[in-house]
């Protein structure tokens, strides 16, 4: 088993905090997750995500690759409909380069109106446009001369010179929550990234079970590793951990409301309180229960 820290930076700071400090306790976090034995570091996209200050990840990991030697450097998740594949492909080469090699492309399909419609993009061609722009990274990282004429992306005969240091490719992993999404991750024989708090880990077991069935029936290998994210909240007492968990999820969540997406916690089994709510979404109390739940 390895372990990655998450940097969810825009959710621990209030609007008008200079990013710049931001970006300089991230090196304090990744510098400390170093030490600490963490295998990886990733970072997640939001485009004018008010009240959120997110950094673009692919730079911002970019910049703290230099402190996270030795371990492996990711986008989770990279909101693939929203950019040109072509400049995907030669930004995640180039972090391939500086990694020596780590580099990990996470991409997802995006649900925010304001996103798609700042880049002028029909929220309705997200999933032709996601996979389809993983067709043509994959062929600008690995064909010596390619050409590409899709539905939404084009490409001219070329040769293409923004090769990876991983070969044939960087890992590529795919976010998806709801069975529909999970199946098509399958079929197109992707690495599933299991995200729990969309449901809970006894509803991803099945899940699991369905995304492996569906991968043999096309053919496809079950992945070298399965990534799940997990959020966890840890302080040295559990009544603490948890009191203070609560207040940290009512404002992400509170977030997500005002962007239009229903809270797993707010929904329409609301009246549970937040211990029941939470389950076995997330891993709260001490480290001696984060040893025990992992």
């Known amino acids: 088993m390895q372990f990655a820290l ?10 008008g905090t200079n990013m710049a400090r931001s970006l300089r306790d991230a ?16 970072s997640g996209e ?7 200050q997110r950094p673009a990840p692919i730079p911002a990991l970019s910049y703290l690759s230099a402190v996270a030697e030795g371990m492996h450097v990711g986008t989770s998740v990279l909101l693939l409909p929203l950019h040109p594949p072509v400049q995907v492909a030669e930004d995640l080469a180039a972090l391939d380069a500086m990694t020596n090699g780590r580099a990990i492309l996470g991409v997802g399909m995006g649900y925010r109106e304001e996103e798609f419609g700042a880049f002028g993009i029909n929220p309705k061609e997200r999933v032709g446009r996601m996979y389809e722009g993983l067709e043509v990274i994959k062929q600008l990282w690995t064909q010596e001369e390619m050409e590409f004429n899709g539905k939404y992306y084009r490409v001219p005969r070329v040769k293409p010179t923004a090769k990876t240091v991983q070969r044939p490719h960087p890992p590529i992993w795919v976010g998806a929550g709801v069975d529909a999404a999970v199946q098509r991750v399958a079929q197109h024989g992707y690495t599933w990234l299991v995200h729990p708090p969309r449901v809970g880990l006894t509803e991803i077991a099945a899940q699991l079970a369905m995304y492996r069935d569906i991968l043999k029936q096309h053919g496809h290998a079950l992945p070298a590793i399965q990534p799940m994210r997990l959020d966890a909240y840890l302080a040295e007492n ?32 609301a009246p549970r309180s937040f211990r029941e709510m939470a389950g076995d979404r997330y891993v709260i109390g001490t480290s001696d229960d984060a040893i025990r739940a992992f």
Not at 6 to 15: A, D, I, N
């Open 238 to 269: 559990g009544d603490a951990a948890w009191k203070q968990a609560e207040a940290l999820f009512d404002w992400h969540y509170g977030v997500l409301r005002e962007w239009g997406v229903e809270s797993e916690h707010k929904a329409a089994d």
């Open 46 to 52: 939001h485009i004018l995500a008010h009240p959120h």
């Open 27 to 42: 090196v304090h976090l990744v510098t400390l997750a170093r030490e600490y034995g963490f295998d990886g570091v990733m």
């Open 6 to 15: 998450m940097l969810t930076l825009s959710e621990r700071y209030k609007p």
